[in-house]
């Protein structure tokens, strides 16, 4: 789902990270880093659009009930109906990316292209937002990123010892399927920084996201005979795991951690998620990794602490 970035940030978040927080995100990327390893792993007895279609409309009824019970009838009526609509394509569009995409590359590659989402967001809300120009040090940030883009796209297609990938699948398609994804979860954020939603209580912003979803991503997996299941043990685990932990709990919690605490020490935090993504699709999986990946996942992290990290950096060298 459109993860943290899409948080609105109406409210100042006025707490220092506490061990409560610290452990919280700890569990929270640990989470969303596992959740490609866990579509891939079930890949052949559901297909990955049809996971993510599942997991979005379990989330939706629960959300729907949440929202109604807290605001009633006059719940859509508030005129956040229709950033709500464009903000849920943008985010069945988001996953539709990363569902084809872990057909084509692995689930580590997604997790680092995927993550590349606050450089599109902090692009946007530059142009969008007076508030929100970039410094000197963040477009640094955003060089060192693209920079490492490229260098990670050099080895696409090519496995740890040069050679080519096995089935001849793709790979450097499925990695823009990850780019395109980590740049509708940025134009998300940006969404909803520019519309009602971000007055919008957070359950109602990832209620619209979900529901929209679930209508796109299941009639897509219909269209292109993707909808067939093969009821396993694992299968029924894998969507359950990514039903009620992923698309639902770990993003109310986020909200709940983004209500209370720094959000800049938070977003710094979630940059452990693709770290863990790659351990365990190497670890799970047994996915090879390229020294040009390497490098370049190394540089788009660096890229992105340096884009969402200026403020505190900046922060502590004048205290210094």
Not at 73 to 100: K, M, N, S, W, Y
Not at 143 to 157: D, K, P, Q
Not at 164 to 174: D, H
């Amino acid at each position: 789902m459109s993860a943290p970035l899409s948080a609105p940030s109406s409210k100042p978040l006025r707490l220092p990270l506490d061990t409560l927080a610290t452990a919280g995100m700890l569990a929270l990327c640990v989470c969303w880093g596992f959740q490609q390893i866990a579509i891939k792993l079930v890949a052949g007895d559901i297909a990955p659009i049809m996971q993510i279609g599942l997991r979005s409309t379990f989330a939706a009824l629960v959300l729907a009930v949440v929202v109604g019970r807290a605001e009633g009838g006059r719940a859509f009526r508030d005129g956040t109906a229709l950033p709500g609509l464009i903000v849920g394509l943008l985010f069945a569009g988001e996953f539709l990316f990363v569902a084809q995409g872990l057909l084509y590359t692995t689930a580590s590659h997604m997790s680092v292209f995927l993550y590349t989402a606050p450089i599109f967001a902090a692009l946007g809300l530059h142009w969008l937002l007076p508030e929100e120009r970039m410094q000197p040090l963040q477009w640094l940030g955003v060089a060192v990123a693209f920079g490492g883009i490229g260098v990670a796209f050099l080895g696409g297609g090519s496995d740890a010892a040069g050679g080519t990938v096995a089935g001849g699948i793709n790979m450097l398609l499925g990695d823009a399927m990850g780019l395109a994804a980590g740049l509708l979860w940025g134009a998300t954020t940006v969404a909803i920084r520019k519309t009602s939603l971000s007055e919008a209580a957070p359950s109602k912003t990832l209620f619209y996201q979900m529901a929209v979803a679930s209508v796109v991503l299941l009639a897509y997996a219909a269209f292109t005979g993707q909808h067939g299941i093969r009821y396993t043990q694992a299968a029924v685990l894998s969507v359950a795991f990514q039903s009620v932990v992923v698309a639902l709990s770990s993003y109310l919690a986020w909200f709940w951690l983004l209500r209370r605490y720094l959000a800049s020490r938070l977003s710094i935090l979630s940059f452990m998620t693709p770290l863990f993504g790659v351990s365990f699709g190497v670890l799970i999986l047994d996915e090879p990794l390229d020294r040009h990946f390497v490098l370049g996942a190394v540089m788009v992290l660096a890229g992105i602490t340096l884009v969402s990290g200026a403020g505190l950096l900046r922060e502590k060298l004048r205290r210094r």
